[in-house]
């Protein structure tokens, strides 16, 4: 079974400036799709950016892009000149290939991003 | 376009009390549907999956049980909760294969506690 793993609890960060998330994952799948969803206080999920494994180029959803190392089994998050409005859960995500039973989510354990004034 | 309701938004009951929490999904069909839980300050966990009426597959063993009588409906339930099912519930549901890469889409989500 697919497992994910962010090893950051809290990341703490100043207005306007950048934080780097960490997510690792454990496969043995060459086709597969990772995301990374956002948690606000009101504790909807909302999808932040997705990225495909067989494409090497990193995703970019206007401030958040992602560093995907597929070798490494690595997808970090990255929220540029970050806002107030960041501030929320993030989950990394896994799922299998298409044709995988159910196309499952696998989530990790979640960061909490506080953004400081 | 499509939208995913699911209710009550939140729920205080005693131990040993039944449980149903519903979860109906519009402007779509055939959906695959979940139901994750998640525990205060923790990550989600997969409780059930559906990819078609009638058809569940359980993650976990634990307490509870899914149904999925129609095609957009996707019931939790439990005939006696336990102090451990206390969590926030999220449902949600993805489009078929036709849309590869299409991601989850939740609903608000259901605060049980179970007293």
């Known amino acids: 079974a697919q497992t994910v793993t962010q090893s950051q609890p809290e990341m703490s960060v100043q207005e306007a400036e950048t934080v780097t998330l960490s997510c690792t994952y454990d496969t043995s799948e060459s086709d597969y799709y990772l995301f990374w969803y956002k948690q606000p206080p009101s504790r909807q999920m909302i999808l932040v950016i997705r990225?495909?494994?067989?494409?090497?180029q990193n995703a970019t959803e206007n401030r958040f892009s992602v560093n995907f190392q597929k070798a490494a089994k690595s997808f970090s998050l990255k929220i540029s000149d970050s806002q107030l409005g960041d501030a929320a859960m993030y989950f990394c995500a896994y799922r299998s290939a298409p044709k995988a039973a159910g196309n499952k989510l696998t989530f990790g354990g979640g960061t909490r991003v506080l953004v400081k004034p | 376009s499509q939208t995913i309701h699911q209710w009550p938004a939140t729920l205080v009951q005693p131990v040993g009390s039944p449980l149903s929490l519903e979860c109906t999904v519009e402007g779509t069909s055939n959906p695959n549907l979940y139901w994750y839980r998640q525990a205060a300050g923790r990550g989600l966990q997969l409780l059930f999956y559906s990819v078609g009426i009638g058809q569940i597959s359980s993650e976990v063993p634990q307490n509870l049980s899914a149904s999925r009588p129609q095609d957009r409906q996707f019931i939790l339930s439990s005939k006696k909760l336990l102090l451990s099912d206390s969590g926030f519930y999220l449902c949600?549901?993805?489009?078929?294969?036709?849309?590869?890469?299409?991601?989850?889409?939740f609903g608000n989500g259901t605060r049980l506690t179970v007293t």
């Open positions: 990225q495909e494994a067989y494409k090497q």
């Open positions: 949600a549901w993805r489009g078929r294969d036709t849309i590869l890469f299409s991601p989850l889409h």
